[in-house]
């Protein structure tokens, strides 16, 4: 069968494509902007991918067009498609008929940190030798790859609350019909589909509604808004987890090793008994949580504590989440997706736990639809208050007014219309010791690479004269 998908660059429609591939399918797409790591992914994976939206993509005409959320009416391929008499499926739809319909679905919701504790339980499972598969929103390290088929019954998948596609208003989620639940938080975000976070608690019950009663949730006992979710009606047997153990929801917590201000190292606890200890590259309290929710999903499926733990130890990390992107005239450069003012705030916080009083420059690009709304313009600077210096990239059709939002950072606070402009303005402000924070849902402009020249560039300049050969 030959699958046409539209909006294929993203790291859900991508993934779709992977797996397509991977069950004998022919696969071609198409999106306006493509950059890794799906454009890697989909390069190595031999994916023809066309360039814009055009209606001559679908001739000739594709068994099946997979529809992405990114495409509208208006759009020329969409007008075609819906002239034409070729079916056509939504990517959460296709996924749930042709692969979720008999496995075991481990699904991993909530406004942040799904990337990361979908990655940390598929590599659990993979360590446990059950060869899950998965449907990731980003590229773990363990995996190089977001998505596969799998050959087991096991598969996870991080579970998106966003719309589905444009003839499809519901949350991507409740396509997936999960055995296992991860809710991880609840906070508003996706002010272009939801007016407010009632109408996110809705849709976030809608799912808790069709998980099994032979199932399980995984919740985190410390979110209120998620508290009220479950408030509204639950069928399904619960485990709670927190950071630590300071109330009765919370089944799983954590306790951190001693000297380990940055949670690199944590012991797991179970109803106050001790499991083991996670020692990892990863920081963060955030990651904390994630990882408790991961092992207690695992549970769910069959790997003991103990060897989730185990498995938690060699776990490598995700493509842009502080992924360290290279190191120039001493100055460390890093990538991660955040992307909203808790994920913001809590990203800093882990850095400045890992290198305690060196400078933190953070860099933002307000990209998603959310931010380029300026729903969260008041709560920016709260969130970057953790940074030495701060740098918030305004191109010139962002919606609000920046200098008001920085405002409150006063000279830490710095803004730039122009990405070059911006490399080169903060390779002249850091020094040797520094470690730069560059955050975004997207491509940047390819920032870090221009920083990372211009940060060569500058230490070839200052190189000493005891350098060249002697005469």
């Not at 808790?208 to 399904?236: F, H, K, Q, Y």
């Amino acid at each position: 069968m030959h699958l046409h998908i539209l909006g294929i660059g993203g790291t859900f429609m991508g993934g779709i494509a992977a797996i397509a591939r991977a069950a004998g399918h022919r696969v071609t797409g198409s999106d306006r902007e493509l950059y890794p790591p799906m454009s890697t992914q989909l390069e190595e994976l031999g994916i023809e991918v066309l360039a814009g939206y055009e209606a001559a993509q679908l001739d000739p005409p594709p068994d099946v067009v997979v529809v992405g959320n990114v495409m509208t009416r208006g759009q020329p391929v969409i007008e075609a498609l819906l002239d034409s008499a070729l079916p056509y499926v939504s990517g959460p739809e296709w996924l749930a008929r042709e692969v979720l319909k008999d496995r075991w679905v481990l699904a991993v919701a909530g406004t942040h940190g799904k990337t990361t504790t979908a990655s940390l339980l598929a590599w659990i499972l993979e360590h446990a030798g059950l060869d899950p598969g998965f449907l990731i929103g980003g590229v773990p390290e363990n995996f190089g790859v977001s998505a596969r088929l799998g050959t087991t019954p096991f598969f996870v998948i991080e579970a998106d609350e966003y719309d589905s596609a444009f003839f499809d208003k519901r949350a991507k989620f409740v396509h997936y019909r999960p055995r296992t639940l991860i809710l991880n938080n609840l906070e508003y975000d996706h002010a272009d589909i939801y007016p407010d976070v009632g109408a996110i608690q809705r849709q976030f019950h809608h799912l808790v509604r069709i998980v099994p009663g032979s199932g399980r949730i995984v919740w985190n006992a410390g979110d209120a808004r998620l508290a009220e979710t479950l408030a509204m009606g639950c069928w399904t047997p619960l485990e709670g987890f927190a950071r630590a153990a300071d109330g009765a929801a919370a089944l799983w917590a954590a306790r951190p090793a001693a000297g380990a201000a940055d949670f690199s190292r944590f012991e797991v606890l179970e109803d106050g008994r001790v499991h083991g200890t996670v020692e990892w590259g990863l920081i963060g309290a955030h990651n904390v949580e994630n990882a408790l929710a991961a092992i207690a999903a695992a549970r769910h499926a069959g790997v003991a504590a103990p060897r989730a733990i185990e498995a938690l130890r060699s776990f490598r990390g995700i493509a842009r989440r502080m992924q360290l992107r290279g190191e120039a005239g001493g100055v460390r450069v890093y990538d991660d997706f955040a992307h909203h003012p808790t994920a913001i705030a809590t990203t800093i916080d882990g850095l400045r736990r890992r290198v305690g009083a060196a400078r933190i420059l953070a860099v933002l690009e307000a990209r998603s639809n959310t931010m380029r709304m300026g729903v969260h313009q008041h709560t920016l600077a709260p969130a970057l208050a953790g940074a030495d210096e701060v740098w918030l990239y305004t191109p010139p059709d962002l919606g609000w007014d920046a200098a008001a939002a920085l405002a409150a950072l006063g000279e830490r606070g710095h803004a730039s219309a122009d990405v070059v402009t911006l490399a080169r303005e903060l390779a002249g402000r850091t020094h040797a010791g520094d470690h730069v924070l560059v955050m975004s849902n997207g491509g940047f402009g390819g920032l870090h690479g221009k920083l990372l020249a211009e940060l060569e560039k500058r230490a070839a300049v200052q190189s000493p004269a005891a350098d060249r050969p002697a005469g």
